[in-house]
């Protein structure tokens, strides 16, 4: 199986900074696309930023000049640096891979996989 582990949410004053780790564990082969999205309280979730397993990149308006995506290939992780964080930046962001192939059982998978979120809290 695969499991996916955000990390490095938290409380930070707005203006501050903050970055978000998501690990992928398990037999992994290799990971085509993978992404960030995020729900507030009473909202839908909605794309954060997205990233290819060749380095392209998609972000929302409201993020875009302040986030940055990147990835690690080797290491299956992924991260979301966040600078000129906002009170409406504040919501449970979640990490998302597509395209994920595994082993499992002497077989290879591919799967869609979602990880449990991380809070990230702005406010003075």
């Known amino acids: 199986q695969v499991q996916l582990v955000e990390s490095g949410g938290g409380l930070v004053q707005p203006g501050g900074s903050l970055r978000l780790s998501c690990a992928a564990s398990?037999?992994?082969?290799?990971?085509?696309?993978m992404g960030w999205y995020r729900q507030a309280p009473w909202k839908v979730r909605g794309l954060v930023a997205t990233?290819?397993?060749?380095?392209?990149?998609d972000y929302a308006d409201s993020v875009n000049g302040r986030f940055t995506i990147s990835r690690d290939n080797a290491k299956n992780t992924m991260y979301l640096q966040m600078s000129s964080l906002k009170p409406e930046d504040t919501a449970v962001y979640f990490c998302?891979?597509?395209?994920?192939?595994?082993?499992?059982?002497?077989?290879?998978?591919?799967?869609?996989?979602w990880g449990k979120g991380t809070q990230v809290t702005v406010s003075s």
């Open positions: 998302n891979a597509d395209g994920i192939r595994y082993y499992s059982g002497g077989s290879v998978y591919r799967g869609y996989y």
């Open positions: 990233i290819t397993s060749g380095g392209g990149t």
């Open positions: 398990g037999r992994i082969v290799s990971i085509d696309a």
